[in-house]
């Protein structure tokens, strides 16, 4: 049974914390039976779209609806299969400009192995195109962890992580960097066709999800680094005048894990003002971290440690008047939390909100928070029951 649950805020630890005067409060979901993966995204005019996936049977159905004057539009499917990879981490997604979509993904998966799969894109031009597969390297690898954001009013950047070096690796050969993912990206129009190409990094964690941003002065990519010495710390690279910059690390954790912890950074940008959020385990340590940047992600003038008792990490990010807001899951008393907690732009904490009872399970999945004409939108996976399905919280 459903419930309309109103979650009392928790008071933040500094003491110039206040009470909150609003309330988390759970609404109906737009989403059907048996759905997942939600990816929220709101446009230049206000509009909110939400991709999910639902399941029928073997027939897995990628949808999408739109949120405006607080109302929800009917559902429509983007496409369906029953060869695609569904993946807990490596989720479709939709973004849409001036009210209407731009572009959607999801993945398809391919013979030759448990992680060979294809990045899928279907572009929407009064209709949604036929897919295009953006990599064009038909190797029988990994390729997914899609980024996407509206370039023009014709065209979109869309960043992922590429496999095609790995094709063939042994597992003794992980180490050889020369065989490691890569990250690369491409700009396409809304017809489906790539117009540029390029390669950003040649060396990157196997699968931690990447963050795209764009500012007054370029996009900028977050994503989880990897070097010689298997430090995993999150690094961007910045996009203008038509080529990608050398990838700079954003903090300097030094998290050294010979593995993928599946679990990358998210990124927003506001004018010259950039925030990123990110999980780190360095020193065995568990926390999720907040970063400023005031040059337009160039240099991080501030580094906050936003959990550092429980987190689970799957964190969020988006600036709203003025405010930043990081969405992170944690590990409290043997069950999951969702929370919510917002920033000045100087970094000051104001106040923090808490979903409890979640499950910490990767099936949760990614969190999702984004703007709305009623406040802050929250939507996600429960697997609390017999059959999943998106819940959907606001905060108004």
Request: glycine letters at 6%.
């Amino acid at each position: 049974m459903r419930l309309l649950i109103l979650l009392s805020v928790l008071l933040l630890t500094n003491s110039c914390s206040k009470k909150a005067d609003v309330q988390l409060q759970e609404i109906p979901s737009v989403a059907g039976d048996n759905s997942s993966l939600p990816s929220l995204y709101t446009d230049n005019t206000g509009t909110v779209f939400m991709s999910w996936v639902e399941e029928k049977e073997q027939l897995a159905e990628l949808k999408y609806a739109t949120l405006v004057n607080s109302t929800w539009s009917e559902a429509s499917v983007i496409s369906a299969d029953s060869t695609w990879f569904l993946n807990w981490a490596d989720y479709p997604s939709i973004i849409g400009k001036d009210g209407q979509p731009m572009a959607a993904h999801w993945l398809n998966k391919k013979p030759g192995g448990t992680y060979a799969y294809d990045v899928n894109i279907s572009a929407y031009n009064s209709e949604w195109t036929d897919k295009i597969i953006p990599h064009q390297d038909e190797t029988a690898t990994e390729h997914g962890f899609l980024s996407m954001l509206p370039a023009s009013d014709s065209t979109f950047m869309a960043v992922w992580l590429d496999g095609r070096k790995t094709a063939g690796r042994d597992h003794h050969e992980y180490a050889d960097l020369s065989k490691a993912m890569t990250l690369r990206g491409a700009i396409i129009d809304r017809k489906g066709q790539i117009i540029e190409k390029f390669l950003i990094d040649d060396s990157v964690c196997d699968c931690c999800n990447t963050s795209l941003a764009k500012t007054e002065s370029g996009f900028i990519v977050n994503y989880r680094n990897r070097t010689e010495d298997e430090v995993r710390d999150i690094y961007s690279s910045v996009f203008r005048d038509g080529s990608w910059s050398e990838p700079k690390v954003v903090y300097k954790d030094n998290w050294e894990i010979a593995a993928c912890p599946v679990n990358g950074p998210a990124i927003d940008a506001q004018n010259r003002i950039v925030a990123t959020s990110w999980f780190t385990g360095a020193n065995g340590q568990a926390k999720v971290q907040l970063g400023i940047s005031n040059d337009y992600g160039i240099t991080y003038d501030a580094v906050i440690s936003v959990d550092d008792q429980d987190a689970i990490g799957r964190t969020d990010i988006l600036m709203n008047d003025d405010k930043i807001w990081v969405s992170w899951l944690s590990s409290v008393d043997d069950s999951g939390q969702l929370n919510l907690a917002s920033y000045s732009l100087n970094g000051e904490p104001l106040k923090q909100y808490s979903i409890p009872n979640i499950s910490g399970k990767r099936s949760t999945g990614f969190p999702q928070i984004t703007t709305s004409d009623r406040g802050i939108l929250i939507a996600f996976t429960d697997v609390s029951e017999e059959q999943k399905r998106i819940r959907m919280f606001e905060l108004k």
